[in-house]
C-alpha cells in the first residue's frame, strides 16, 4: 500500500502531520461503543441522518489544530473508515474484516483515509480537501477524464516504475476528492493491468460519499 499511499503524501506540504492509525482520546472511546459493526446517527452538518460505524479504532482524527486552522480550507466530511458499510466493501470484492485505518493527514490538506484487502487486490480510499484544480495539476500529464455514476473524475495512471502495480480513480467532491486506488498483491501475475476492474470498484463506492458531499 505504501506506493498508492505516497501518491497523497505528494500532495502535501512539509508540515504535515501523519496520526496513527486508530487513533482515539479517552473521550472518543466514551463516545463510541467498541463493537465494529455498531452504527449511530450523527446531528451534526450534512451527516444528519446517516448512520456510521462506532468502533474506537474506526474513528476519524480531529481536524482542528495549528496548522489546519490559518487554511481557510473546508474540513473533510466524508470518512471511509466510518461511512461505507460492509455491504458495500463485500459488494466492492474486498473483505469486510480487513477494514483498518491508513495514516490520516491533518495539516494545510487533510486526508481521512481507510483500507481495506482481498487476496488478489489491496485498496486504499482517501478522502481529502486539496482542491480539485490541485489534483488535476499534479496527475493531469497522466490522467484521463470520466465519470463514475455522474461525478466528475479521471483515471490515474502513474508512469512511476514502483506503481506499476497500482491504479486509482480520483473522484471529485465539494471539498476536494477521494482516491480509490488499489495496489495488486502478491497473488497475480506480472504483467497484469491492475486498472482492469477499478471503474466497477468505484462505480459501487461512490454512492456512499453522499449527495450532498
Not at 505528494?10 to 508540515?15: D, I, N, Q, R
Not at 466528475?152 to 508512469?159: F, G, H, L, N, S
Request: with cysteine; glycine share 6%; net charge negative.
Amino acid at each position: 500500500m505504501a506506493g498508492i499511499r505516497s501518491s497523497v503524501l505528494v500532495l502535501l506540504a512539509a508540515s504535515v502531520i501523519p496520526l496513527a492509525a486508530g487513533c482515539t482520546t479517552d473521550n472518543d472511546a466514551a463516545q463510541h461503543p467498541a463493537e465494529s459493526g455498531q452504527a449511530t446517527t450523527s446531528s451534526t452538518g450534512t451527516q444528519s441522518s446517516r448512520p456510521t460505524l462506532t468502533a474506537p479504532k474506526l474513528q476519524p482524527p480531529q481536524q482542528d489544530n495549528k496548522y489546519s486552522a490559518s487554511t481557510g480550507r473546508s474540513k473533510v466530511v466524508f470518512d471511509p473508515c466510518t461511512w461505507i458499510s460492509d455491504v458495500t466493501i463485500q459488494k466492492a470484492g474486498f473483505e469486510p474484516a480487513s477494514r483498518k485505518r491508513g495514516d490520516d493527514l491533518v495539516a494545510e490538506y487533510s486526508f481521512l483515509t481507510c483500507d481495506f484487502s482481498s487476496p488478489t487486490k489491496d485498496l486504499s480510499l482517501n478522502s481529502g480537501n486539496a482542491s480539485w484544480d490541485e489534483d488535476l495539476k499534479k496527475v493531469g500529464s497522466y490522467s484521463e477524464p470520466t465519470t463514475v455514476n455522474g461525478r466528475e473524475a479521471v483515471w490515474v495512471r502513474d508512469p512511476t516504475p514502483a506503481l506499476r502495480r497500482s491504479c486509482q480513480i480520483d473522484v471529485r467532491t465539494k471539498v476536494g476528492f477521494v482516491q480509490i486506488a488499489v495496489d495488486l498483491t502478491d497473488q497475480v501475475a506480472r504483467g497484469t493491468d491492475p486498472c482492469v476492474g477499478l471503474l466497477d470498484i468505484a462505480t459501487t463506492i461512490e454512492p456512499e460519499i453522499g449527495k450532498d458531499n
